[in-house]
Structure formats: structure tokens, C-alpha cells
């Protein structure tokens, strides 16, 4: 069995959130991966921010960081999720 490893996610999405939408998107993908048997999952509101240049004909951004503590397996089958969703510009995920 694998041991668990420390994560980074920065996910990039569209601006059509507000406050409200965001931390709700947010929250879902928190219990998506805790479903996963993710655990230490702390997410932050990065705010609205300008993009240096367009990505799929967007201009800014909301971006979120996502920290959480998994097994490999598990990270592969959340980013296959995320690449399904339209509202994610782009994500990365990094170990800590």
C-alpha cells in the first residue's frame, strides 16, 4: 500500500463566480476528494486576478489553492475529473 504524500493544487477558473458560487465549487471538489480519502484538505480563495494573456478567450480569473494530504492513485483519478470541467481554465498539482 502507498503512503500518503502531501499535495499542492492551484486551480485557475473562469470569472463567472462570485463569492458564493466560488466557495461552493470549491467545497464540492474539497468533498470530491475527500471522498477519495484525501484528508488535511484546506482550500483558499486566491481571488479574481488579470491573466497575462487569454486562455479560452478569458482576460482574468479566480483562482483557488487546494492543500491536501493523499495517495497517488487517488490524485490521478481527481485531475482526470478536473480536466473534464469547463469552468477550469487550468489546475496544477504539485507535492509538497
Do not use: C
Not at 49 to 65: A, V
Request: aromatic share 14%; net charge positive; proline share 1%.
Amino acid at each position: 500500500m502507498s503512503a500518503t504524500k502531501k499535495y499542492e493544487m492551484m486551480i485557475l477558473l473562469t470569472e463567472e463566480f462570485n463569492d458564493s458560487e466560488l466557495k461552493t465549487w470549491a467545497f464540492n471538489y474539497a468533498k470530491a476528494l475527500r471522498k477519495l480519502s484525501a484528508s488535511e484538505i484546506s482550500v483558499i480563495s486566491r481571488g479574481k486576478r488579470d491573466l497575462s494573456y487569454y486562455i479560452n478567450n478569458q482576460k482574468k480569473g479566480n483562482f483557488i489553492q487546494i492543500n491536501f494530504s493523499s495517495m497517488p492513485k487517488y490524485v490521478d483519478n481527481f485531475s482526470k475529473n478536473l480536466k473534464f470541467d469547463s469552468n477550469v481554465l487550468r489546475f496544477l498539482i504539485l507535492n509538497k
